[in-house]
C-alpha cells in the first residue's frame, strides 16, 4: 500500500488514487471532498499528519476529478481562527478551477448581519470546484526567447481584450488563451516589434458579487483566489485552460515572443473580515494573511482590498514560490510583473530591499533567470528605485515627468532628461542599470494614450460610483476641446503629442512599455478606470485603428532597434581619459547648459546626443508652444553637421544635411542619425 507523504501540498496523483497533502497549523481535521457529476460529495478525513501537514492517500482521484476541501477547527475570529466545517473550501495548490459562485450567505463563513457569529450553511453547492488536471503535454521543441532585456518591448495586454473584437481571429476563440494564440494576433505583435507580452492577470480571479448586482464584472483580475490555476473564463472549451494556455505560451514563444505574467500575491478575493470563506480564511487565517497586531479579528491591510498576504510565515511565503515555479516549469512562462510588490517585502510592517521574498528569490535555481518586475508601491509606500538590482521595476516617475514635459509645464525639462537617459538619478547611485527601469506612459490603470491627449479630466460615469473613482490628477491634455471633435487643428496637435509620448517611449534607455492598443489610438471614451468593463470600453476595437500611428509605431521600434546609442546597458559617461563621449546634453543652440538654463522654468527644448562606437544619434525635442531654432550639434569624431532625418513627430519635418540649423515645430521632436 502506497504511504502518503506531506509534499509535495495539494493533490498528487499516485497508484490506487492521489496523495493529498494540505498545511494547517490550526485546523483539528481535514477532509478531502470529492465530487461526482450530479455534485454528491464524498468525503475522506486525512489521517495522517507530519508537522502542520494533514495528508493521506484518497482512493477514486483521478485526472478530472472535482474536489474541495473542508478543514474544521476552532471559531474564534478575535483569535484569528476563522475555521468552518460547514464551508466548502479551494485548494491553495489547485492547478484547475470550475464554476463560479452562487453569491449569498452560504459562502461567508459568519453571518453577514453580525461578523463574530458562524454561519453553518453548507456552501458547497455555491462554490467552484477544484478539478484535477491532466499535465501532460506535448511541448515540442519549444524554447524560451531569452532576450536580453536590453533588446526588450513589452507590450502589456488583456487575454480577452486583445481579440474579443478581431475580425480575423475565429469567433469561436476570440478572447481566449487560443485567441491570443492565433496566427493573426501573433502577426499584430510581431509585426510591430514587440518582443514580450505582459498579460493582465490570468490566475483564476473571483468575479464579485458587488460588481455582479451592478451589471457589471471585474475585467482586469486583480482579484486572485487560485494562484496556480489559469483563469478558466479565458479558454475557448470548458476545463481546456491549462491546455490552452499552454498552446498559447508555445505558439507566442514559436514567434520569438516572451510571455510575462502579472501575478497578484498581495492579496486575495476574500477581503476583510467581511469578506467570505472562500479558501485561505477558512483553512489557516493567521498563517495566510496579516492579522492586527492585538486585534486579530481584523486584516493589517496595504493593497486597499481588505487584506494582505502574510509573507512573513513560511507556509505563506512557500506558496508563492511553489506557484511562481509552477508557471515557471510546467507552464513556461518567462517573466512575472509584481502587483503591488511592496506589499511583499513588508514582512513587520516595513517595506524590506532584503525582505525574505526577495532573498528566496535571488537564490531560487529556477527563479533566479528569469525576469522580475516589480510595481514598486502600495497603498503604504512608493519605493521606486528600492528594489534589488536583478529586479526591474515600473518606473512610474518616467511616466509622471514624460507626462509633465509633453504637456508643457514648467521647470519639467530637468526630470525630463532624466528619464530619457533611463533615470540615472534613481537607479546609478546604487550601482542599478538602465535595465532596472520599465519605462511606461500608460498601463491598464489609468488613461490610454489616446484619452490622455483627448480627456482633460476623467469620464468613470460607467462604473457606477458618480465618477469618484479612478485618479483625478492624470497629467493629460485635450488640446482645448473634451474628448471627441471634428477639429482638424486638435486632431492635428493631438495626433503629434501621441507620436511625441511614444517616440520619447521608445528613445529612451531603459526597457520600453507599450501599452496594448496604444498604437492603434484604443480609446476607454475617458474612462481611466475600467477595471469593471468587460465590455467594448475596453476590448480593442479593430475596426476603428489608426493606421497612421500603427505605422509611426513600428518605425519607431524598428528606429530603436537600428541604433544601439538608444539601448545602452549601463549608464552614459562623460569623456574619461581621452574617451569620446557618450552622452551630450545640449541647448537648442547647440551649447552646454549652464545652471541658469536648467533653472529657467521655461525652457522645454533640449538636444540630446547620445553614442555607440559609431553609432550616433541627436534628438531635438521642443515641447514649447512656438516653434524653436536648434543649431546641429557637432558629431562625436567625425564632421561637423553630417546628419540626416531619422524619425519625428512632425510628418512635415524636412532636414537639409548641409544646414547648420534646425527648425523644430511647437510640440514636436525630431531626431536626426
Known amino acids: 500500500m502506497t504511504t502518503s507523504s506531506r509534499h509535495p501540498l495539494g493533490v498528487t496523483l499516485v497508484d490506487g488514487g492521489a496523495n493529498v497533502a494540505v498545511f494547517s497549523s490550526t485546523a483539528d481535521r481535514v477532509e478531502f471532498c470529492r465530487f461526482d457529476d450530479d455534485g454528491t460529495e464524498h468525503r475522506t478525513e486525512l489521517t495522517d499528519r507530519t508537522g502542520y501537514t494533514f495528508h493521506g492517500i484518497v482512493p477514486d482521484v483521478a485526472v478530472g476529478t472535482r474536489y474541495g476541501l473542508r478543514v474544521h477547527g476552532a471559531w474564534d475570529p478575535a483569535a484569528g481562527l476563522r475555521h468552518n466545517g460547514a464551508k466548502l473550501l479551494l485548494d491553495p495548490y489547485a492547478t484547475e478551477i470550475d464554476g463560479g459562485y452562487d453569491w449569498g450567505q452560504a459562502v461567508f463563513g459568519h453571518d453577514v448581519d453580525d461578523p463574530d457569529t458562524i ?142 505574467m502579472d501575478v497578484v500575491y498581495n492579496h486575495t478575493a476574500e477581503g476583510n473580515h467581511m469578506g ?62 509584481f502587483d503591488l510588490a511592496t506589499t511583499l517585502t513588508r514582512q513587520d510592517g516595513e517595506a524590506e530591499k532584503h525582505s525574505a521574498f526577495l532573498d528566496i528569490i535571488h537564490q531560487d535555481p529556477v527563479l533566479r533567470n528569469v525576469k522580475m518586475i516589480a510595481e514598486p508601491w502600495d497603498t503604504a509606500g512608493y519605493q521606486v528605485g528600492g528594489f534589488p538590482a536583478d ?55 489609468g488613461f490610454t494614450l489616446a484619452d490622455l491627449t483627448s480627456y482633460a479630466e476623467k469620464h468613470n460615469e460607467a462604473n457606477g460610483e458618480d465618477n469618484n473613482d479612478g485618479e483625478s490628477d492624470n497629467k493629460s491634455f485635450n488640446g482645448g476641446i473634451e474628448g471627441p471633435t471634428d477639429d482638424g487643428a486638435v486632431n492635428e496637435y493631438r495626433d503629434r503629442q501621441r507620436r511625441n509620448l511614444l517616440g520619447t517611449l521608445l528613445l ?67 569623456p574619461a581619459d581621452g574617451a569620446t563621449e557618450t552622452v551630450q546634453v545640449l541647448r537648442a543652440d547647440a551649447r552646454p547648459f549652464e545652471d541658469a538654463d536648467w533653472a529657467d522654468g521655461g525652457n522645454l527644448a533640449v538636444t540630446l546626443v547620445v553614442s555607440d562606437g559609431d553609432d ?29 532625418l531619422g524619425l519625428s513627430s512632425d510628418p512635415g519635418q524636412q532636414v537639409d544635411g548641409s544646414g547648420e540649423t534646425l527648425l523644430v515645430r511647437d510640440a514636436s521632436f525630431t531626431v536626426l542619425v
Request: aromatic letters at 10%; one cysteine or more; glycine letters at 8%.
Open 119 to 260: 454561519d453553518e450553511t453548507d456552501s458547497a453547492a455555491a462554490m467552484p470546484k477544484c478539478v484535477v488536471s491532466d499535465r501532460s503535454f506535448d511541448w515540442g521543441d519549444d524554447t524560451a526567447p531569452g532576450t536580453l532585456l536590453s533588446d526588450t518591448v513589452v507590450y502589456e495586454t488583456h487575454v480577452k481584450g486583445f481579440t474579443k473584437q478581431h475580425p480575423d481571429v475565429p469567433e469561436d476563440v476570440r478572447g481566449t488563451y487560443l485567441g491570443l494564440a492565433h496566427p493573426a494576433a501573433i502577426e499584430h505583435l510581431t509585426d510591430l516589434g514587440i518582443t514580450a507580452v505582459e498579460l493582465l492577470p490570468t490566475q483564476q480571479f473571483v468575479q464579485d458579487s458587488t460588481l455582479e448586482d451592478k451589471g457589471l464584472r471585474n475585467y482586469w483580475g486583480y482579484n486572485s483566489i487560485g494562484f496556480l490555476a489559469p483563469h478558466n473564463e479565458y479558454a475557448s472549451v470548458p476545463g481546456a485552460q491549462v491546455r490552452e494556455f499552454k498552446e498559447m505560451v508555445k505558439a507566442l514563444h514559436a514567434a520569438g515572443l516572451e510571455v510575462w
Open 616 to 644: 550616433t544619434v541627436a534628438i531635438l525635442v521642443n515641447a514649447s508652444q512656438t516653434t524653436v531654432e536648434f543649431s546641429l550639434p557637432g558629431r562625436p569624431g567625425a564632421g561637423e553637421h553630417a546628419w540626416r
Open 508 to 574: 529612451s534607455a531603459g526597457v520600453p512599455m507599450i501599452l496594448g492598443g496604444d498604437e492603434i489610438a484604443r480609446t476607454q471614451g475617458g474612462n481611466n478606470n475600467a477595471y469593471c468593463q468587460d465590455d467594448e470600453i475596453s476590448w480593442f476595437d479593430w475596426a476603428a485603428a489608426d493606421q497612421d500611428l500603427l505605422e509611426f509605431t513600428r518605425r519607431a521600434i524598428a528606429f530603436r532597434r537600428e541604433h544601439t546609442a538608444l539601448t545602452p546597458e549601463w549608464f552614459r559617461t562623460a
Open 391 to 445: 529586479w526591474s521595476e515600473w518606473n512610474g516617475k518616467f511616466r509622471d515627468d514624460v507626462r509633465s514635459f509633453w504637456g508643457a509645464e514648467q521647470g519639467t525639462l530637468g526630470a525630463f532628461v532624466q528619464r530619457v537617459l533611463g533615470s540615472p538619478d534613481v537607479y546609478e547611485g546604487s550601482r542599478r542599470s538602465p535595465m532596472c527601469s520599465i519605462d511606461f506612459i500608460t498601463a491598464h490603470d
Open 276 to 337: 467570505p470563506t472562500l479558501s485561505f480564511k477558512g483553512i489557516d487565517n493567521a498563517t495566510y494573511y496579516r492579522l492586527v497586531e492585538g486585534d486579530e479579528a481584523n486584516y493589517f491591510d496595504t493593497t486597499g482590498t481588505g487584506n494582505s498576504l502574510n509573507v512573513s510565515h513560511p507556509a505563506a511565503l512557500a506558496l508563492i514560490m511553489d506557484s511562481l515555479r509552477y508557471w515557471v516549469e510546467e507552464m513556461h512562462v518567462d517573466g512575472f510583473r
